[in-house]
């Protein structure tokens, strides 16, 4: 449920009430006072520092005035009087003479070339739109698309022990099975999801009769997906494409609650800014397709549309407001369906595992205590093939397969390559040596608290301080 915060600054969003993150705010300048006070975003009131320049006196703009008359004629007397000298003819006393006679030129001139102009313009009455440029000739409108998905896109919120989060639902099957983020529901005490108006009996129908308990089916935090199911059989499934055919510069459609359910079933549209974007987010290597239609919090787990309402991505990340605009991300549905279903069937995601969990060794603490980037080990699971293969505590990870990582997004990113059962190399800082070890990758049975996730170490001294008198220093 919480943000997503690194180095790259991209930013999950949830739309959690009582959140005192300074990045969901504008600042604005004060003349008098400089920079002051925050307005959430949303706001219609927007304040831009744009400073006055300092007015000048009645008796310098006259000065300036006659300075530049002066300047004009000077100017003007010089360049009549070289050209006279130069070539003999006054072009003061030619001008009159000549100009009836320039002017039935210039007359003529355009009567002649008229013909030519109007061939060399281009017809500017019946430009194509951006919509029409990045649609296919058989597509939908936009209001059709609308028509189609929206029933098929509702609200979700989580009740959790500090506050309540809202974010965005997909219907994919019609005996109640929806599709979410898994940060929408992290933390969850209770989940609800409410159903757009279009299933109202009648317009007496209140909010809370179309509000519905979810169970939590399952959910993958790696993949950052999350299925519900609540009690009812006649919702509208949505229909789903395929991520790998869509084109970049192909038109995206998103639909979800941005900044909550008071604003339920909003659109934005824009179009496809990239395929197969590459993103480490948190500990984890995400492959997003991009899109510039607008993002905000509560969009989280809501639908990516092509043109022919076809949902082809869910929507998961945007970059922070302070770092740019017209950033979102959303995750293919070609790789959510495999997730999808294997949550539907087990409840969890089978996952290779190491049977370790540990720290990334940051670039600051490397080279302070004179020590490899990599992933420092904190604990090895019991009967782990970690264990059988002898990763023993504060090892640090400086490799697997041959490949050298400096932390866990890059481990997890060739291990999750891989299946159970597979046995792969893992080379170890320690001791002051490198040392090979083949570990044979177990069934992780709980995603959760196995490799996905760091150690919870009050901070980086407590790990280093262990790692040190282990040592001697």
Known sequence: MDEFNNNNYYNRFDGRSGDNDRSRYNGYYDNNQGYTGFNQQGSTNEFYYSPKKPKASKGKKALTAIVAVLSVIAIGTTSIVGYTLITGNNPVASSSSTSSQSDTTSKSSKDSSSGDDASSEVDRTNLPTIAQLSTPKDAMSIPDIVTKVSPSVVGIQSILSNGTATGTGIVMSSDGYIITNAHVVEGGKSLSVLLPKSYAKDQNTKEEDLTYKATLVGKDTQTDIAVLKIDRNDLTACEFGKSSEIKVGEVSIVIGNPLGFSLANSVTSGIISAKDRVLQIEDRTMTLLQTDASINNGNSGGPLINAYGQVIGITSAKVSNTYGEGLGFAIPIDD??????SLMKDGY???????????????TYAEYYDLPRGYMVTSVTKGSGAEKAGVKKNDIIIGINDTTITSLAELNAVKNKCKVGDTVKLTV?????????????????NTEEDDSSQSQY????????????????
């Open 349 to 363: 995601v089978k996952r290779p595992s190491l049977g370790v969990t540990g720290r990334n060794v940051s670039a």
């Open 458 to 473: 009050k901070s980086y001294e407590d790990l280093y301080r262990e790692y040190l008198e282990r040592f001697g220093y």
């Open 429 to 445: 800082y320690r001791d002051g040596k490198m040392v090979d070890l083949n570990v044979t990758l177990d069934e992780a049975k």
């Open 336 to 341: 959510a369906m495999p997730i999808i279903q």
